[in-house]
């Protein structure tokens, strides 16, 4: 194990920011922590990399405790949202800060902030100001200047939220790859699904101080834990309904106007027929037929169609005034009038027990 | 996400934190309140005895009551006085655009840079008994004698009033740099006049910052020495009263007066933060440009010009006599109007007469080293401050402005009581009589200008580049060094030059605290002055304003090349 979170708390004031935070990464394991703003993943990510203290629980780094030990003897490299470049010293002099601080001969040094800045492809620049630099430059110096000291541990708070679309998205994949070509064991704090789901090999979905779900991916957006999870993971449909077992078989969930859905059997162990439930799908997983007396089916009106290149989102309204997204492709072409909603074949709904 | 305080700041954090911030709040309640302190102990003590006769002694005795008064009322007339003449000032340099604005707007807040001997001096040569300005209605309208005598309240009320407009001018040039434009664009499209919007609109947005150049001058006014010891005469206020008691050595009396005027100075600067607080609510708008008035007729941008570049000659007209005064040799200027001999022999005279001499190196000397000590010190505190949380952390911003609210007066008073006596147990050595006492004065009475420069320095910059370079391995020693420090040496150089300027003229601690070995040059211009030799005095003060000059100069590239280094 690289890194070990054993129950951590934090609290500022009355404000609990993180709480029983247990959390393993696995050497050479890029890892994202994934949350809504203000949901306690810079706090974590502050508390690994001792500028917070914690109130309780242990920070473990390679079976070594090193809860109690200053940040600059973690030795951990930290890449900061606003970069925290040194204004006041050049690019080779901000990469080689680091190094300079562990009393590196001159001639080593040279050469290692040269690799530094190899590997982010900014060997050019080396005589540049900082504020010089525009804001992708910036984020990679800041990237060279943390890898330069060679961490064991790699730090990332939102590393990319200040760079444009184009530019964040083209940056991650070249991030990933770079990380994964050094082997480093990385935790990446962002809010932003697909910036997650683009660069880690597990994800942890933290909100209101607490981890939600750690996971693959796939894992995450397809078997979701709670409602929280299902609804920040991609898109998703929040229904209420009440759990059967026609006929003694497998469970199916009733909905507004009677419909019967499937359900997915993860996660319903305590669940039984007559509970009520929260019943999440994703849009992807529905489909718009004409409307044909079908159990299945969920009828309603078309509100709006919302055009998203390769797909279309239509936002249908039931009877009870729910409005329900179900993405179809182009060709389909529903526009007014009754329409139904009906769960694709091999598409299962998830539950959760109603929030009381 | 919130990252604002830490109460729960690690162990090694915590400890650090105590090893810095125990000494910082030594020094500062040994050196700011505890002098206070034993001046307050004196004035309540007779022979070992709780007593307050020295009060029912003040409070009974018509001459104090006359002169807590005279503090009182010429320290309100000079406000009037000084708003008169700044806010209407300012209304002019923001209205209009003309050619020179700039420079001559800048140079109408030259006075505050110099010293406030200096200015009383250059009155003295301008409309005292014997000055340019006399002579010249003397000689017009065919007099005996002087038209006017500089003396008394009326002389005081002059200077504060020349002098003390520039809080006013710069206060309202900000006030109404923030202002809106909008709002006065809003005004005069519901039809209302330049008058109606003036009264209406203008001066209430102004009352914020209005408000506050009030109080300041109020306090400058209080405790100002200079002027009423140079023109007062028979007048006293309670600054030359406590120095007449101190000099006659009715010490517990100077007590009691040191008290009332250090507890006056006290409710002014407690308005002032009250005040300053509630203005942030005032603040408004996003601040559009204002759209000064752009003249287009030549004529009147001329006549403009004229106007702006007349008031502030007038303005500066003193400044100007002193240096004329300062090349007139002694017996160069009789009767006539203006000098007729004018020669270098007064310059001369300062380098060639190490008496002369003496003292502009002293001040250099005790200028530098208090200004080092203000630098490393505050530095410390305002990273303090600014950086770190601990219990008392707003008692010690309190120790930090309390030298910058209480008058030199007073400073040098609970000097001179603490440190005349060897009681190292309690913290008091016998400094008054070395070289020590003034650097420590000038030091005590710098902290407050330089830890502002410091605090602010440091709010600047981001503390997340303090954590970069910790999680780059970076100990705090290194994280200060590298990159600290030269984040904040142009904020804190500012201030440390500002300092170095004002220990340069120092004056009124200097008056009670100087030792003749070691005197300052204000004390030297004094001297000259007592023994007429006005021209000598005048070179002195020239000096003064030159080397301030030339350090403003040097320090102000340094600056700024700081700041293109940190900028960004």
Redesign the interface.
Known sequence: MSLELRGLRK???E?V?VRDFTLELEPGELMTLLGP??C?K??ALRLI?????P?AGRVVFRGTDVT?R????R????V?Q?Y?????LSVFENVA??LK??RKEASELGRLVEGALVRVDLLGYVDRR??ELSGGQQQRVALA??LA?EPPLL?LDEPLSNLDASLRERTRTELRSLLKGLGITALYVTHDQEEAFDLSDRVAVMNDGELRQVGTPEELYDHPHDVFVAGFVGRANLLTGLLESPHGGELRVRLVGDALWPVDPEGTSGLGPGQAVQVVVRPEDLELVPEGHHASELVGVVSERVFRGARIAYHVKLADGTVVEVEANRRSDARGGRIAVRPRSHARAHVYPAAE | MTRGQRPAASAWERRHTAALAVPVALLLVWLVLYPNLLVLAESVREDGRLTLAHYADFFSTRAELAALWASVWTSLASVALAALIGVPLAMFFHSFDFPGRRIFGALAALPVLLPPLVGVIAFLFLVGESGILTRGVQLALGLETAPWRLTGAPAILFVHAYTMYVYFYLFTLAGLARMDAGITEAAASLGAGRWRILRTVTLPLLTPSLTAAALLVFMTSMASFSAPYVFGGGFRVLTTQIYTSKMSGALSLAMVETVMLASASLVALWFLRRYEEAREYVVVGKGVAPARHRVRSPSVRALLAAAGAGWVLLLLLPHLTLVLISFVADGGWTTQLLPERYSLENYRGLLRDPRLFAPILNSLQMAALATAANLVFCFVAAYLVVRRSFRGRAWLAVLLVLPWALPGTVIAIGLATTFSANQPWAGRFVLVGTFWILPLAYFIRNIPLVAQAAISAFRRFDPTLEEAAASLGAGWMTTMRRVALPLVTPGLAAGGLLAFVTALGEFVASIILYTPRSRPISIEILAQLRAFDFGGAAALGVVLALLMAIVFVIGGRFVRQGVGTSGG
């Open positions: 609290r500022f004031g404000v920011a703003s203000g306690g810079t706090t990399a001792g500028f917070e203290t109130d109690a200053s940040p600059q003897k030795g951990f490299g930290m900061f606003s925290a470049l040194f204004p006041h800060f680091g601080a562990q900082v504020q200047r943390a000291i730090l």
